[in-house]
């Protein structure tokens, strides 16, 4: 769980080309990622409330909250 959701807030939060870099995947796969979060969740992550609400769901994910 940490590792997975550790990779979502990167990609959440930082710019798509340089999460690919650190997650050794092809820059494609980051973006199919993230559109396949927003298609299942219904979260855009253009909304910067929505990525704050996305960031503390994964932190107390994380914490277990």
Known sequence: LHSTSRRQRQMCIRDRLQTSKEL???RSTV???LDRIQKLTGV???DARERLKL???F???EKNL
């Open 24 to 26: 050794y995947v092809h």
């Open 31 to 33: 973006f199919y990622r």
């Open 44 to 46: 855009n992550l253009q």
């Open 55 to 57: 960031l503390i769901s």
């Open 59 to 61: 932190y107390m994910l």
